[in-house]
């Protein structure tokens, strides 16, 4: 992707101070979602990277990876499957919990959701750490899925979430380093 395009990219993202606490620059996302040319935009970079992928289902994760994730799996002719957080899937699930800053959280996925050998790919808007997706990872792999790629709008380089997901291939649109 070009620089022009990166730049066009990020300027629709707003950034809020100190949400949800003290400390947090949170990338709201929002804003290019509402944005026709920008979402579009977007949606269209990873739809062509990921063109000739072998992909049975995008997995996408909750909330903000299901906007994403939806209009991919569209475009990609491939199912969706939704990661969600604790007690929102009403079948059957399968669980795996992750270490936040304080505490853990975990997500799930539906038993059901995913045939063995399936090739996935999970999307989410941001990558910080690395935590939530690599849950979501572990969960794929437990259904005995296989990840071909995790797909992101935005990553904070300096978190290390890349480092945390080495073992997969990682692509996301754009960074914001230490802004
Ligand atoms: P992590 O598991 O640390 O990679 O965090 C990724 C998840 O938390 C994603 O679902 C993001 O939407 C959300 N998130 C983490 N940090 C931020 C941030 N600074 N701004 C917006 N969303 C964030």
Not at 15 to 40: E, Y
Not at 102 to 117: P, Q, W
Not at 136 to 160: D, H, N, Q, S
Request: net charge neutral.
């Amino acid at each position: 992707m070009n620089e022009e395009l990166q730049h066009s990219l990020k300027a629709l993202i707003r950034t809020i101070p100190d949400f949800p606490k003290p400390g947090i620059q949170f990338r709201d996302i929002t804003t290019l979602f509402q944005d026709p040319w920008g979402f579009k935009r977007a949606v269209d970079e990873l739809v062509a990277h990921y063109r000739y992928a072998p992909i049975d289902k995008v997995v996408a994760i909750e909330s903000r990876g299901f906007v994403i994730g939806g209009a991919l799996a569209n475009y990609l002719n491939c199912g969706m499957v939704m990661a969600r957080k604790k007690g929102k899937l009403p079948f059957q699930v399968e669980r795996q919990e992750y270490q936040l800053e304080y505490g853990t959280d975990c997500i799930e996925l539906h038993r059901d959701a995913l045939v063995s050998g399936d090739r996935c790919l999970v999307v989410d808007d941001l990558l910080a750490t690395g935590g939530t997706c690599e849950a979501t990872c572990k969960l794929v792999e437990r259904l005995a899925g296989r990840v071909v790629g995790c797909a992101f709008i935005i990553e904070l380089p300096e978190l290390k979430g890349r480092r945390r997901l080495a073992q997969y291939d990682v692509k996301a649109l754009i960074r914001f380093d230490g802004e």
